[in-house]
């Protein structure tokens, strides 16, 4: 219906012809002989059908600039290139097209059945080139931001793609003026590939760490720097505890009772008690029962549970070597490897394999910059979440070191019952999707303030406690009555 509602000149009619049915229908003009219907948006059209503008309007030009990489409007401005002897910009409707002088035959592609591009190697010399902006924003990308670019074609493509359009593009350089750019671009290249030194060199942060090899997933490390920006405004709690032998290891095993859950590793509570308490493992369920108790023998141990790493690498090996005790019976899930392929969780896609290095290792540069406590335990705790390095136990992982993290500042842990499984995963969903923290963040105060409040001590008015609040049941179930107890003891 969009298409049928925009009237382009020679496509649609004559100049003359459009220019006479526009006035007898009440058209709105948008400019060089273009129409559209007298209650539609001009900008959603222009903008959704630029191509058929520009192939209509303009079909001498060859779509270029920073356009030629991104193939749609940005700021509501196209680049072409025609063969003429000045830049010039148009006007349609809210649509800029912006024209710089040219030659419109040497490296191009096709776009459409009669629009064509320059090809990669033309494009990125052209985004290489010194751009005055001439309206809303400049027609090259720069160095930087076509880095960003480069990197993200070399992760598709490999390195052998980049050489080939670096060979491609020094050929057509002299072709088109461009020798500086075509040196700048083998540089660029170069450093990316890591054969030759990148300091001085490259510019974006997304493509030194490819240099470095350690190339990180982009959209994680936006869900880090907006974490980061959530905890700045809020409040953050500190809740000091103390708790003696006893209760340290009541809430070890509640702690993994709870985490094993999430995870879909459900005993009955008695049941539970046994493997941890009496060291009996289930047989009949050995693997899952292993599971219990390696998360209590890793959450009951003071020494570990202080322990928090320093630099990246401690960062790295402590996540091995807990993973590797986590899942050592579990050798199908390879314990304190890095995952070899990608893993998700409904649509929630986490860092892909390759990126694991290097998306911690920025997860671990922020969290060095939060205070101790509650706001690196949170932060932690996500970065573990949304990089999955391992094929399973991401999650049991995640909530240890989330413990780790508050018990070394001497504060208290936070335990997930059953009953809160739904909305703390939710919350890390809206994270992940959207950057919104508002859930999880409120899920994870409560559940903070509501662990430092239990009675740790004595374990049968612990557990009646617990089973008073509806802890155990499952979301559908209990969450309203725990509702009423959070807000009664917080």
């Known amino acids: ?8 000149r020679n496509r649609d009619g004559s100049a003359d012809t459009l220019r006479k049915k526009a006035a007898r229908q009440g058209w709105q003009s948008l400019g060089h002989g273009i129409y559209c219907e007298p209650d539609d948006d001009p900008a959603t059209l222009t903008f959704s059908h630029w191509s058929d503008i520009v192939q209509w309007t303009f079909p001498d030009a060859i779509v270029s600039h920073r356009t030629a990489i991104s193939l749609r409007p940005e700021k509501g401005t196209v680049f072409l290139t025609r063969p003429v002897s000045a830049y010039r910009n148009y006007k349609i409707g809210p649509l800029t097209i912006s024209v710089t002088p040219g030659d419109v035959k040497i490296a191009t592609r096709p776009i459409g059945k009669e629009l064509h591009a320059s090809d990669d190697a033309r494009a990125w010399l052209e985004n290489l080139s010194a751009s005055r ?21 070399m992760t598709r493509k490999g390195e052998s793609y980049l050489k080939e359009v670096r060979r491609k593009a020094n050929g057509i350089a002299p072709q088109l003026g461009l020798e500086e750019q075509a040196a700048r671009l083998d540089a660029v290249i170069g450093a990316l590939c890591a054969t030759r030194p990148h300091a001085g060199i490259l510019k974006s ?19 880090f720097d907006a974490l980061v920006r959530a905890l700045g405004d809020s409040e953050l709690p500190a809740i000091e505890v103390t708790l003696d032998r006893h209760s340290w290891r009541h809430q070890a095993f509640i702690e993994s009772f709870f985490s094993n859950y999430i995870e879909g590793t459900r005993f009955p509570l008695s049941e539970a008690e046994e493997i941890v308490f009496e060291r009996r493992v289930d047989e009949s369920r050995h693997a899952d029962s292993h599971d219990i108790l390696a998360v209590y023998d890793i959450a009951v141990d003071a020494d570990e549970m202080v322990n928090t790493p320093s630099t990246p690498g401690e960062f790295r090996q402590l996540l091995t070597r807990r993973h590797a005790f986590l899942m050592h019976n579990r050798q199908d899930k390879r314990p304190g490897q890095w995952k070899e392929k990608p893993n998700q969780a409904g649509n929630v896609i986490f860092a892909a394999p390759e990126t694991v290095n290097g998306t911690l290792t920025q997860g671990f540069e922020r969290y060095l910059d939060l205070p101790r406590g509650f706001a690196r335990a949170v932060f932690m705790h996500f970065v573990i979440t949304q990089v999955h390095p391992f094929d399973d136990g991401n999650g049991r992982l995640a909530r240890l070191f989330l413990s780790a993290e508050l018990v070394s500042a001497d504060e208290s842990k936070i335990i997930i019952p059953n009953v809160k499984r739904d909305d703390y995963i939710n919350g890390l969903r809206l994270a992940n999707r959207e950057e919104d923290f508002r859930t999880m963040l409120k899920v994870i105060t409560q559940l903070y303030r509501y662990t430092a409040a239990l009675p740790w001590r004595d374990y049968n008015e612990l557990v009646d406690t617990l089973k008073e609040h509806h802890a155990f049941d499952d979301p559908d179930d209990g969450l309203i009555r725990f509702s009423r107890a959070l807000r009664a003891m917080t």
């Open 133 to 153: 902006r001439r309206g809303r924003i400049s027609r090259a990308l720069g160095q930087e931001a076509l880095e960003t670019e480069l990197e993200k074609i």
């Open 1 to 8: 219906m969009l298409a049928m509602a925009l009237y382009i």
């Open 205 to 223: 942060e997304r493509a030194i760490a490819r240099a470095n090899r350690e190339p990180f997933d982009p959209h994680v490390v936006s869900c």
